[in-house]
């Protein structure tokens, strides 16, 4: 009974998700879904992606929490429109309660639209918001184990962010044996090697990411 | 509609983990429910723990992962019986699947049986196994906010193990401020500050948890 039940949640989330995405498409803005563990480092790249982008594209975002709003409080300090989702304990956004946010937000005037998934590595891999396509953020600390005890969020995303770079020496973090891993489970995937924190990294990321932006609106695929 | 069968599955696991917990108490042992986020150490942790107590304490693990067996690898290394649950996508152990794991133990030598939950912060949090208790494990890396932004999880546990210590002087955690936060949000919790790679305050964490199997076997509440 659970099977079936959730085969009816994931096939009404896929429609609503659609609904998203044809609104989103006429909108004619890039949407990207990041997902990441919690404290992978999300909202700090983010926080510096708006500060690298804002001059030359402009960004609305929607942050998932359970309970809190502090990421939307720091997002907001960045001088974008943001918009705050609490699951209220649920462990992952939905294509509803993104619809339902993208009603209070004015997407005429955006170009990119960036949907901060609720710290998870496991539930938001399975439900599609009418994105473009997910952003999967690894932090170095996490170890490089993840890859392979997460790998629906590996395959299901279109770049991977790996964060706190600037940890690395101080662990036992293999980058190269990571990097290996990740392009083993997803050929191709472009991977970013970042430090939020310190910067490093984050221009090659955000260069990928206006890229993207620029196809959409010529209306290329990717 | 959801949220009726929600109810309904919290009220058939709690049978079960009431199931699960008279079992166990009939066998004498203590059992805790290890919670952390994906990469907070867990399994180090415990690795360190096995071999720090396994003179005193005969102990069994469950493992839970969503695909993987690499954590039971490591654990059976530590020359423990481990049994490994995989959900198959499923973000948290249920109390049905902790008491499969049961009968394939032999579990009337083992003082202290701990259950290494998957790694998400969110969906355990809400589901008992029929534990004696939960620990919390948090590191450094993930940062200080996720005490309020998880709340559920440090509210519930009985005791907070705060890993990766030793990485701490290279970010911007700050150690008093979150032993704070969480000791408002839960008054009295003992909180154990280690670094289970290197071995810090790990002696601690185990001579609390020796005790808590001692009271157990005594009779005594926690």
Redesign the interface.
Known sequence: M?VV?REK?LRANDEIAEENRKALRHKDLLTINLVS????GKTTLLEKTIAWLRERIRIAVIEG????T?DAERIAGQGVDVVQINTQ???HLDAHMVGQAMTQMDLNNVDLLVIEN??????PA?FDLGEDFKVAVL?A???G??V?????VFQKAEAVVLN?A??IP???FDLPGVQGEILGMHPGIPIFVTSA?TGEGVEQWCNWLEQKVENKRKGMQG
Request: glycine share 16%; charged share 30%; aromatic share 8%.
């Open positions: 659970k039940l949640i563990s919690p404290g992978a929490d359970v309970y809190t502090k304990g649920g462990c609720v710290g998870n590595l496991v539930c399975g932090s600390t996490e170890g184990d993840k392979a005890k997460y790998p629906v706190k600037d940890l101080f662990t036992d924190r």
